[in-house]
């Protein structure tokens, strides 16, 4: 019977200290989640809008801080959608100036490079993720219709639509 009580509250202890641990974890997570809050920002509701865009001025880019191309596309190297769109831009980039962005390593950004062929200018690297976060991209491939002081007239995640806009216009 000795060795029966013994066994309880043993049991009954580690029980105890299970249950201590449990609440220590969960007030590390809470800690955790409320600091992964704070760095991650305001949290977006609802799909992206490029749209959105529209009106916002470009920086500029490069030292010439010349006129901006009439076209500009936002690819990531990652991107399936990126590499499908790529030949289309290319088309499209050879009718007037056009630049494309390219964010992601530097060492991948080839095939991309290669499927736009010297159509468009082309940004990548350092340059290419600092225009994307100036810009406020959000999703890949993005196209931008832009007028010559920088302003963006119309945005789309589709090439096809953007080149609608440009018809009407």
Same mark, same amino acid.
């Given at each position: 019977?000795?060795?029966?009580?013994?066994?309880?509250?043993?049991?009954?202890?580690?029980?105890?200290?299970?249950?201590?641990?449990?609440?220590?974890?969960?007030?590390?997570?809470?800690?955790?989640?409320?600091?992964?809050?704070?760095?991650?920002?305001?949290?977006?509701?609802?799909?992206?809008?490029?749209?959105?865009?529209?009106?916002? !001025?470009?920086?500029?880019?490069?030292?010439?801080?010349?006129?901006?191309?009439?076209?500009?596309?936002?690819?990531?190297?990652?991107?399936?959608?990126?590499?499908?769109?790529?030949?289309?831009?290319?088309?499209?980039?050879?009718?007037? !100036?056009?630049?494309?962005?390219?964010?992601?390593?530097?060492?991948?950004?080839?095939?991309?490079?290669?499927?736009?062929?010297?159509?468009?200018?082309?940004?990548?690297?350092?340059?290419?993720?600092?225009?994307?976060?100036?810009?406020?991209?959000?999703?890949?491939?993005?196209?931008?219709?832009?007028?010559?002081?920088? !302003?963006?007239?119309?945005?789309? !995640?589709?090439?096809?639509?953007?080149?609608?806009?440009?018809?009407?216009?």
């Amino acid at each position: 019977m000795v060795f029966l009580i013994a066994a309880v509250v043993l049991v009954g202890i580690l029980c105890l200290f299970d249950l201590v641990l449990t609440f220590a974890v969960l007030r590390r997570l809470r800690e955790h989640t409320a600091e992964l809050e704070r760095l991650a920002g305001p949290a977006r509701f609802g799909p992206y809008d490029p749209g959105a865009l529209v009106g916002r !001025t470009l920086p500029p880019v490069g030292a010439d801080g010349g006129e901006w191309p009439r076209l500009v596309a936002f690819f990531d190297v990652g991107c399936d959608a990126c590499h499908e769109h790529a030949p289309r831009f290319a088309d499209a980039a050879r009718t007037g !100036t056009a630049m494309a962005v390219i964010s992601g390593p530097g060492e991948k950004a080839g095939d991309l490079v290669g499927m736009i062929g010297g159509a468009a200018r082309v940004v990548t690297a350092e340059q290419a993720d600092s225009l994307v976060k100036a810009v406020g991209v959000e999703a890949f491939p993005t196209f931008l219709r832009v007028d010559p002081d920088g !302003t963006i007239v119309a945005a789309d !995640t589709e090439l096809d639509a953007l080149a609608g806009t440009a018809r009407a216009r």
